[in-house]
């Protein structure tokens, strides 16, 4: 008998079954993927926990209250102080909690807030994330590969730069795992061992209702009871739901494809209420052709490589539009502005263009340095030629590259501000002359299309603070609550920082899934 059902396998739906387990209730998990993980197999696995019990080791006070006073100066948008409330009070408590229930083992990553000069930010340490572990071939098998990490690397060895090769060969010789996957195996052996039932390939069909209370779920002819979580992340690899919600184009989903807005049309069923619709979790997206994952285009994220010395970031009239080296999140909102007079978003397509130097010295996505350039990256001895490529205007991208290298060789980007802010500084390259500035002048020159992309939607059913999904009409649906990107995420606008979208599910996963758990026990 299953008293919770909880539909999606990523750290929402994971840690919610987790959590219910622990109060006592029979808990199944649904995946339709083949395998476990969803977008938090490919994701660095951090968390943006603030005041957690491992910053003070790294000489960072902290508080809930200074987490509130952050958040506080980032509020703009569809924000849900209740529930934001509820996420600085407990994230030290689940912080601590995921290492009691799990064998997932933390240490911090001296990432700075992705704001760091507004009032309440840090420095760095607020992200947490898992440590690399073991774990026997056939759970590895059993969790979504990431094709965008091609080895078991952490991401504190990846702030630093330093790590030890030979480790890291060892690392993949024993099968040790590192980042989401890591996450999402710690996860999964915690479920299990609390009688946690996880069955992939099984879809679901639609919501058991009896009156205005759900009862459980469909899967094919099946009905299977239980209070039910909704855990299946968003809707952005449904083009038809992207342009009805979100505020601007977005052509390059990262995350897994089976963010196709289920939960969502679930929700909406049965007279949720929503928020934050039209947010996502932004970010430039870097399309290789071919690359593919589940037989859908697979989208890259573009981080450090456009705070690279030697780049900038154009639009479709061969003008910066951006601090190139900001957050991906607000670098992603940049590329939503709108022409009145041509009707159009500016940098919907946008370029990233760089220079001999840079091809030299730095990886973009899945290219090499030293490696031949593919047809999708565009070369150019001269910067007209370069334009000409892209469909730009040759004049205006002349006067740009121009521009961008005055200030790059006086050290100061008085146009955007890039490399003023610590956040800037710490994703560039800590070895070169200046972190993130540096002329574009070494022929040839370089050009790759990005896309307005996004991590995962931020928009779905209304929740309370214990996870129980809110109706139109008022109340709450007896029976349903929903947690991760399936939910309205309570951030509005904001992206905090590093592990600011994992953080918060955490948080309000282990809310869901005690409340569902003790309510299935109680039968009210």
Not at 127 to 136: I, K
Not at 223 to 229: C, D, K, L, P, Q
Not at 491 to 499: C, F, K
Request: proline share 8%; hydrophobic share 40%.
């Amino acid at each position: 008998m299953t008293s919770v059902v909880v539909v999606g396998s990523g750290a929402a739906g994971l840690t919610a079954a987790v959590a219910a387990a622990e109060v006592g209730a029979a808990v199944t998990v649904l995946e339709r993927a083949s395998v476990l993980g969803g977008t938090t197999a490919l994701s660095g696995g951090l968390a943006w926990l603030p005041a957690n019990g491992w910053m003070a080791a790294e000489g960072v006070d902290d508080s809930p209250a200074e987490a509130r006073r952050y958040l506080s100066a980032l509020r703009l948008g569809d924000v849900d102080d209740e529930a934001l409330d509820h996420f600085v009070d407990e994230a030290p408590a689940v912080a601590a909690w995921m290492e009691a229930a799990t064998p997932l083992r933390w240490q911090t990553v001296p990432y700075p807030d992705y704001h760091p000069e507004l009032p309440g930010a840090r420095g760095g340490h607020r992200p947490l994330e898992p440590r690399p572990r073991p774990v026997p071939p056939e759970l590895g098998r059993r969790i979504r590969t990431a094709p965008n990490v091609t080895a078991p690397i952490t991401y504190r060895e990846l702030a630093s730069g330093v790590f030890d090769r030979r480790e890291v060969a060892e690392r993949t010789e024993n099968g040790v795992l590192t980042m989401g996957r890591s996450m999402i195996a710690s996860l999964v052996e915690a479920a299990e061992d609390a009688g946690v039932t996880i069955r992939a390939g099984c879809g679901v069909d639609g919501l058991v209702r009896s009156g205005q209370s759900v009862t459980g779920v469909r899967v094919g002819d099946q009905a299977i009871s239980g209070r039910v979580i909704l855990a299946s992340g968003g809707f952005e690899r449904d083009p038809g739901l992207a342009r009805t919600f979100l505020r601007g184009p977005m052509t390059g989903p990262v995350g897994a494809p089976g963010a196709d807005g289920t939960a969502l049309r679930l929700g909406m069923a049965v007279g949720a209420e929503l928020g934050n619709m039209a947010e996502a979790w932004w970010c430039p997206a870097l399309t290789v052709p071919d690359e593919t994952i589940d037989d859908e285009a697979f989208h890259r994220l573009v981080l450090t490589e456009r705070a690279r010395p030697r780049s900038l970031m154009v639009d479709v009239r061969g003008r910066r539009f951006v601090n190139e080296a900001r957050n991906y999140n607000d670098v992603g909102r940049a590329m939503h502005a709108f022409d009145p007079t041509g009707f159009r978003f500016l940098a919907a397509t946008a370029w990233l263009v760089f220079d001999a130097g840079y091809r030299d010295a730095y990886h973009l996505g899945p290219l090499r340095r030293g490696h031949p350039d593919p047809p999708w990256v565009l070369r150019s001895d001269t910067l007209a030629g370069l334009a000409d490529s892209m469909g730009v205007d040759a004049a205006e991208l002349t006067a740009t590259v121009a521009r961008f290298n005055e200030m790059a060789r006086a050290g100061d980007d008085p146009d955007f501000g890039r490399g003023r802010s610590r956040y800037d500084r710490f994703v560039g390259d800590p070895g070169a002359p200046h972190p993130t500035l540096g002329p574009v002048d070494r022929p040839p020159f370089f050009a790759v299309r990005l896309h307005p992309g996004c991590l995962g939607t931020k928009g779905g059913p209304r929740t309370d603070r214990h996870g129980r999904v809110r109706h139109g009409d008022g109340g709450v649906i007896e029976g349903l609550y929903a947690a991760g990107n399936a939910a309205a995420s309570p951030l509005g606008a904001a992206y905090p920082g590093a592990g600011g979208t994992i953080g918060p599910i955490l948080v309000a996963a282990h809310a869901a899934g005690r409340a569902a758990g003790r309510a299935a026990g109680t039968g009210s």
